[in-house]
Protein backbone atom coordinates (compact mmCIF):
# COMPACT_ATOMS: atom_id res chain seq x y z
CA UNK A 1 0.00 0.00 0.00
CA UNK A 2 1.43 3.61 -0.97
CA UNK A 3 -0.55 5.71 0.24
CA UNK A 4 1.39 8.36 2.14
CA UNK A 5 0.96 9.15 5.53
CA UNK A 6 -0.71 12.58 6.57
CA UNK A 7 2.24 15.05 7.81
CA UNK A 8 2.09 15.73 11.81
CA UNK A 9 3.13 18.51 13.26
CA UNK A 10 6.46 18.27 15.27
CA UNK A 11 5.55 17.60 18.66
CA UNK A 12 6.46 20.10 21.83
CA UNK A 13 6.08 19.84 25.10
CA UNK A 14 3.47 21.77 26.96
CA UNK A 15 4.18 23.50 30.30
CA UNK A 16 2.39 21.36 33.24
CA UNK A 17 1.13 22.15 36.40
CA UNK A 18 1.70 20.14 39.78
CA UNK A 19 -0.18 20.35 42.78
CA UNK A 20 0.64 21.81 46.01
CA UNK A 21 2.72 19.36 47.90
CA UNK A 22 -0.35 18.30 50.84
CA UNK A 23 0.59 17.17 54.40
CA UNK A 24 -0.08 13.72 54.57
CA UNK A 25 -3.61 12.83 56.03
CA UNK A 26 -3.18 11.11 59.92
CA UNK A 27 -4.83 7.68 59.48
CA UNK A 28 -7.47 7.40 61.86
CA UNK A 29 -7.05 4.19 62.07
CA UNK A 30 -3.94 3.77 64.82
CA UNK A 31 -4.11 5.54 67.67
CA UNK A 32 -1.38 8.63 68.35
CA UNK A 33 0.25 8.59 71.22
CA UNK A 34 -0.31 11.46 73.71
CA UNK A 35 2.51 13.66 74.66
CA UNK A 36 2.04 12.83 78.52
CA UNK A 37 2.28 8.86 78.36
CA UNK A 38 5.10 9.14 75.78
CA UNK A 39 7.69 11.78 77.08
CA UNK A 40 7.93 11.75 80.86
CA UNK A 41 8.45 15.06 82.46
CA UNK A 42 11.57 15.35 83.60
CA UNK A 43 13.64 12.27 82.42
CA UNK A 44 17.21 11.56 84.73
CA UNK A 45 19.95 12.15 82.36
CA UNK A 46 22.28 9.08 81.51
CA UNK A 47 25.11 7.95 83.64
CA UNK A 48 27.66 8.75 80.56
CA UNK A 49 27.56 11.49 78.47
CA UNK A 50 29.89 12.02 75.81
CA UNK A 51 30.29 14.81 73.11
CA UNK A 52 32.99 15.33 70.34
CA UNK A 53 33.64 18.74 69.67
CA UNK A 54 36.46 19.31 66.71
CA UNK A 55 39.51 16.85 67.66
CA UNK A 56 38.60 17.26 71.75
CA UNK A 57 36.23 14.28 73.29
CA UNK A 58 33.93 15.76 76.51
CA UNK A 59 32.90 12.78 78.45
CA UNK A 60 31.12 13.38 81.41
CA UNK A 61 30.42 10.79 84.01
CA UNK A 62 27.77 11.14 86.56
CA UNK A 63 28.88 8.41 88.51
CA UNK A 64 32.43 9.11 89.49
CA UNK A 65 31.28 13.02 88.83
CA UNK A 66 34.05 13.45 86.69
CA UNK A 67 34.14 15.90 83.64
CA UNK A 68 36.91 14.73 81.38
CA UNK A 69 37.98 16.88 78.45
CA UNK A 70 41.08 15.52 75.95
CA UNK A 71 42.69 16.76 72.91
CA UNK A 72 41.92 12.98 70.50
CA UNK A 73 44.98 13.59 68.41
CA UNK A 74 47.83 14.53 71.14
CA UNK A 75 46.19 12.51 73.93
CA UNK A 76 46.34 15.87 76.59
CA UNK A 77 43.85 16.06 79.19
CA UNK A 78 42.16 17.54 81.77
CA UNK A 79 40.02 16.17 84.56
CA UNK A 80 36.98 17.89 86.47
CA UNK A 81 36.28 16.60 89.65
CA UNK A 82 32.98 18.02 89.98
CA UNK A 83 31.99 18.09 93.53
CA UNK A 84 35.17 19.20 95.13
CA UNK A 85 36.10 21.65 92.20
CA UNK A 86 39.17 19.86 92.05
CA UNK A 87 41.07 20.39 88.30
CA UNK A 88 43.78 18.60 87.24
CA UNK A 89 45.55 17.23 84.03
CA UNK A 90 47.80 18.54 81.14
CA UNK A 91 46.56 21.89 80.87
CA UNK A 92 46.96 25.30 82.87
CA UNK A 93 43.50 26.41 84.21
CA UNK A 94 43.84 30.28 84.11
CA UNK A 95 41.16 31.96 86.12
CA UNK A 96 39.32 35.00 85.22
CA UNK A 97 40.02 37.86 86.70
CA UNK A 98 36.45 39.59 85.69
CA UNK A 99 34.38 36.15 86.01
CA UNK A 100 33.80 33.04 87.15
CA UNK A 101 35.39 31.31 84.49
CA UNK A 102 38.67 29.28 84.17
CA UNK A 103 39.95 29.51 80.87
CA UNK A 104 41.86 26.00 80.25
CA UNK A 105 44.90 27.29 78.05
CA UNK A 106 45.89 25.21 75.13
CA UNK A 107 42.09 24.70 74.32
CA UNK A 108 39.59 26.90 73.30
CA UNK A 109 37.62 25.80 76.44
CA UNK A 110 36.67 27.68 79.42
CA UNK A 111 34.82 25.92 82.46
CA UNK A 112 32.31 27.73 84.94
CA UNK A 113 32.17 25.97 88.11
CA UNK A 114 29.94 28.41 90.47
CA UNK A 115 26.53 26.78 89.60
CA UNK A 116 27.87 23.67 91.41
CA UNK A 117 25.64 24.12 94.14
CA UNK A 118 22.79 23.23 91.05
CA UNK A 119 25.06 20.24 90.39
CA UNK A 120 25.53 21.95 87.09
CA UNK A 121 29.35 22.86 85.23
CA UNK A 122 29.42 24.89 82.10
CA UNK A 123 31.24 24.51 79.27
CA UNK A 124 31.98 26.90 76.88
CA UNK A 125 33.61 28.53 74.21
CA UNK A 126 33.57 32.01 72.89
CA UNK A 127 35.44 31.15 69.61
CA UNK A 128 33.35 28.26 68.92
CA UNK A 129 30.16 29.87 70.17
CA UNK A 130 29.19 27.31 72.68
CA UNK A 131 27.93 26.98 76.05
CA UNK A 132 26.68 23.74 77.28
CA UNK A 133 25.34 23.24 81.16
CA UNK A 134 25.88 19.84 82.19
CA UNK A 135 24.35 18.31 85.40
CA UNK A 136 26.21 16.00 87.14
Not at 90 to 117: C, K, M, N, Q, Y
Amino acid sequence: DSTPMPATAPVTPTATTTEPCLPRQRDDRQPTPSLSSSVSPRAAPLPVTTLQVLDYRILLARSTGRLNIEHQLTGERVTLQCATGQISGDWHIRPDTHATRLWIEGTPFWLDVSHSAAQIIVLGSDSLGLQLSLQY
